[in-house]
């Protein structure tokens, strides 16, 4: 293992790099007249080279890794943006970010339109199945957004099993309708379900993006990392999400990942680095869309992906998702076949996540508010069921109990 006089020193290299970049940066838009909005994109030309290439390359100048998605022929960031503050959102467009997740989320009209669309790339995520309501909710997103088209229209957690994508052939005529029209151009997804579905996901030829939870508690799926290696061999691009299993507030309440921080990171403050640098080396895998709520959160993010994946840094990261392997659920739905009460066990417990693991108490009530009655956790028998059909150990129960509790 790589001894910490070693590793403090490239820790002070990483952090100078950094320094020097955000000075330049800011020296550049003051001049430029922008000042400390920062909305200037990085040069078309450099972003958009005469000859395709999916190779992972600095194309802005930013330090930040770009990759190709073959299907669309377009270059991405390695990190997407998500919804955040606006200064969150402002310095990650500083380090190079030119792609932006849920982009109705994504700041003001002023702040979108301020942005160079030859550069950057967006998609809405959309919750209905119905052709009529599934086109109404993208034009309120794009209307709210203030932009003229939506890179990628992105089904969102509505396709659950491999059935549902003949199930809903609406979803799909809605994305044909707005194509013809000239509103979007690439059908995505983001799915929240395991293996079989992405596989079917990729075997259907429809998308040509696909948003999964991966993360280290992943790294034994093996049918997940076959059906990467597919996509992958397809041309398409794979996104992760749930990237930091519940984030460091949560690793801070479990005694076992203490242990593995304290053993790898004793400083505490390079782990998530660490994580998202293990995410982006796992072949297959185009780029992560973390979850940055700060500022700190978000320059943590952008310059962890410029470093290369060493030996201890990768076991320390999949000792850390061993560590926390019975505490988080990764949507396999294993469990929903067998509940007598039919409950959406897999949507349960992210709500959970949401309130519990990142804080988002008001959003993840309102999702679990939105469910049937009938398929709330308090409908839960404490049978016991779902934990004996839980491959990973969870208890399932007491999580589904907290869900009430936080949500109900």
């Keep these: ?48 080279s005469q000859q395709f290439t999916a190779a ?65 790339y967006c998609d809405v995520v959309l ?4 052709r009529d309501e599934v086109i109404q909710e993208f034009e309120q997103r794009r209307s709210k957004a203030g932009l003229d ?13 491999p059935e549902d994508l003949e199930r809903y052939p609406s979803v799909f005529e809605a994305f044909q309708t707005l194509r013809d029209q000239g509103k979007t151009k690439w059908l ?12 079917a996901c990729v075997e259907s030829g429809l998308f040509t993006q696909i948003q999964i939870g ?18 992958q061999e397809k041309g398409l691009a794979i996104v992760s999400m749930k990237v930091f299993m519940g984030g460091p507030s949560k690793w801070e309440n479990n005694p076992q990942v203490r242990q593995v921080l304290q053993q790898y990171w004793p400083e505490g403050t390079t782990a998530a680095q660490a994580v998202a640098r293990w995410n982006l080396a796992q072949p297959g895998i185009t780029a992560i869309v973390p979850a940055c709520s700060n500022v700190e959160q978000a320059e943590s993010a952008c310059t962890a992906v410029g470093a290369q994946l060493q030996a201890w840094e990768r076991e320390g990261v999949e000792a850390l998702g061993a560590a926390l392997s019975d505490s988080f659920c990764r949507s396999c739905r294993h469990c929903e076949g067998v509940c007598p009460s039919g409950l959406p066990i897999s949507d349960l417990l992210r709500y959970r996540m949401y309130a519990a693991d ?43 109990s907290e869900t009430r509790r936080l949500l109900a």
């Design 149 to 161: 088209v939506v890179h990628f229209f992105k089904i969102h957690a509505t396709l659950k099993t």
């Design 127 to 130: 919750d209905k199945l119905n």
């Design 188 to 199: 995505a997804t983001s799915l929240h379900s395991g293996a079989e579905m992405l596989d």
């Design 56 to 120: 992972p390359g600095d194309d802005a100048g930013t330090g930040m890794p770009y990759i190709g998605i073959p299907a669309c022929q377009i270059r991405i960031s390695r990190v997407m943006i998500g919804p955040a503050p606006q200064a969150v959102q402002t310095r990650m467009i500083q380090y190079g970010c030119n792609y932006l997740h849920k982009v109705d989320g994504c700041g003001s009209q002023q702040f979108l339109r301020q942005l160079d669309w030859d550069f950057f």
């Design 358 to 400: 990142y804080g988002e108490v008001a959003g993840a009530r309102a999702l679990y508010h939105a469910l049937p009655r009938d398929q709330r956790a308090d409908r839960c028998s404490d049978c016991g069921a779902c934990e004996e059909a839980c491959p990973y150990n969870l208890k399932v129960t007491a999580m589904l």
């Design 214 to 231: 991966f993360n280290p508690t992943k790294i034994s799926d093996q049918a997940t990392y076959r059906a990467i290696a597919k996509a």
């Design 1 to 48: 293992m790589e001894s910490d006089t070693s590793r403090q020193e490239r820790e002070q290299d990483r952090r100078v790099s950094r320094r020097d970049f955000l000075h330049q940066t800011a020296v550049g838009l003051a001049a430029a007249g922008i000042g400390s909005a920062a909305l200037a994109a990085p040069p078309k030309s450099r972003g958009q």
